[in-house]
């Protein structure tokens, strides 16, 4: 899609030749730039103060050499990433991705989505992101720990709880934040709350580990009751099988849906009779195991090897929640001709522009990454808070105040879409609230 407006064509020429070679981060800007067109139309003084310039730069990126021994006695090197986007709102807030596929192109589009999505959860936080090439695929506990301990060696100098505060992303759960927050404490001698999604014993929140695939739940159901219409009875394909699609799957079973699809890297499974989500847990979380043996005691369940065709599966509602751009627009037009009516996005960026697109003219109901998937760090926020002031919340009192919040993250997305004339469109609305608070704090604190 070209734009209208010359200002953000030329800004967009601008983000693709200082940052060659990083398709995802180009996607990820064009589609917040799109949205903003009616916006800074209405206020010219965004672009006189340069806010739109400094929100596509991050304020800092860190890049290091993450080294370890294996358990063979070798020397292994990686490269680790954090990159600081924003502050304006409060300390720089998200997630650790550890994948082969990690480089700085990936990272920024994350931290820059993330800017965006931490302001909708109306949480003082800002916006960073990091990881690593590191695959802890297939490696022993030892060796994740020790390279966790490297990793944080380098990180622990940037970071800190009114600082920078991050948490998991693919390739990063609880035991990965445990051995990182364990090195932290060590080289700082501080207890506090420096990373999120930490353990129930040593200052985690209750529900963070819920909070993701919740709080997508929570959105889509507010999204369907304000259409008239809910995930009672309705059959629903989830792609991925990790933290994010095993708690959504949890909470659209328990609000009446059928799930019947997930998936790996590697392939996924259909199950006609409901997926049976204690088995999936078993092997995903237990054994750290394939999504394929699911079949070996699920009769009715069928493997299909590679990941796409997931989408070919009728359903009404899907939600993507293993990675970018998963569901491109093939995926999408499958889904639109068995009848789907709504998709969410658990992960971030998995549908295609094209996708989107698709999904947008055949008028299903579609809600964005940056919407639909704040809740994990909502909650993450909500664990910072309990670490200030050293003291937890119930399961049911974290679980209601995420409730509250994807409502009004739908709620403030919508209204957003309807006063800048987009009606309807989620995306737009998401990209205007989320941007119009940043700005706003960025104008007030000045040019720096
Ligand atoms: P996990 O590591 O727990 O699970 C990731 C899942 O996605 C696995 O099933 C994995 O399969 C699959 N997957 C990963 N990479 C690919 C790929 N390249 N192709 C196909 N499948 C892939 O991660 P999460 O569940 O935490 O994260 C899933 C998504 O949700 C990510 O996009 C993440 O950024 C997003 N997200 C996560 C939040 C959180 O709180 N954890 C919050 C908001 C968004 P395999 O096991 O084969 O690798
Ligand atoms: O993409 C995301 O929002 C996350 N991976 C969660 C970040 C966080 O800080 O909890």
């Known amino acids: 899609m070209a734009f209208k407006n010359q200002y953000l064509a030329d800004l967009m020429e601008t983000v693709k030749k200082r940052n060659p070679g990083e398709p995802e981060f180009h996607q990820a800007v064009t589609e917040v730039l799109e949205s903003l067109e009616p916006v800074i139309e209405k206020h010219p003084e965004y672009i006189k103060m340069g806010v739109l310039e400094s929100i596509v730069e991050p304020e800092r990126i860190i890049k290091f050499r993450v080294p370890w021994v294996d358990d063979k006695g070798n020397v292994q090197v990686n490269r680790g990433f954090r990159i600081q986007f924003n502050s304006a709102i409060g300390p720089y807030k998200g997630g650790l991705r550890f994948h082969p596929s990690v480089y700085e192109g990936i990272i920024k589009f994350l931290g820059f989505e993330q800017i965006f999505k931490n302001s909708l959860t ?14 802890p695929k297939g490696k022993s506990d030892m060796e994740v720990m020790r390279f966790c301990q490297s990793f944080m060696t380098e990180l622990a100098k940037h970071i800190g709880p009114d600082t920078d505060v991050p948490a998991g992303d693919i390739g990063v759960g609880g035991r990965e934040i445990g051995y990182l927050f364990g090195q932290y404490k060590r080289l700082r001698d501080e207890y506090s709350g420096v990373l999120t999604g930490k353990g129930l014993t040593y200052g985690g929140s209750l529900a963070r580990t819920e909070a993701t695939g919740y709080g997508l739940c929570y959105y889509t159901e507010e999204m369907l009751n304000d259409h008239d219409d809910s995930f009672k009875g309705k059959t629903v394909v989830i792609s991925g099988s990790g933290n994010v699609a095993i708690f959504a799957t949890q909470k659209a079973t328990a609000l009446g849906a059928k799930v019947v699809a997930l998936s790996d890297s590697n392939g996924y499974i259909h199950d006609p009779d409901g997926i049976d989500l204690d088995a999936v847990k078993e092997i995903k979380l237990v054994k750290r195991g394939r999504i394929k043996e699911y079949v070996e005691n699920h009769p009715n369940a069928t493997y299909t090897e590679g990941c796409r065709g997931i989408w070919t599966i009728p359903c009404d ?9 998963e569901l491109d627009e093939e995926g999408a037009k499958a889904l639109i001709a068995h009848g789907v009516k709504a998709v969410c996005e658990g992960a971030n960026m998995p549908s295609t522009p094209e996708a989107v697109h698709a999904f947008q003219s055949a008028g299903v109901l579609f809600g964005p990454a940056k919407a639909a998937n704040a809740g994990g760090v909502a909650t ?16 049911e009192e974290v679980d209601a105040k995420l409730h509250d919040i994807m409502k009004n993250i739908y709620h ?10 987009m009606e309807g469109n989620l995306v737009a609305g998401a990209n205007i609230a989320g941007f119009l608070k940043v700005a706003n704090a960025m104008l007030a604190q000045g040019v720096c």
Not at 317 to 325: D, E, H, V
């Open 122 to 135: 109306g949480l003082p936080i800002g916006g960073g992101k990091g990881g690593s090439d590191f695959d």
């Open 317 to 325: 509602i899907a939600l993507p929640c293993a990675t970018q751009n």
């Open 380 to 395: 993450s926020a909500l664990e910072m808070s309990q670490n200030s002031m050293r003291y937890s919340w119930s399961f």
């Open 412 to 421: 403030n997305s919508a209204k957003a879409a309807k006063e800048y004339g």
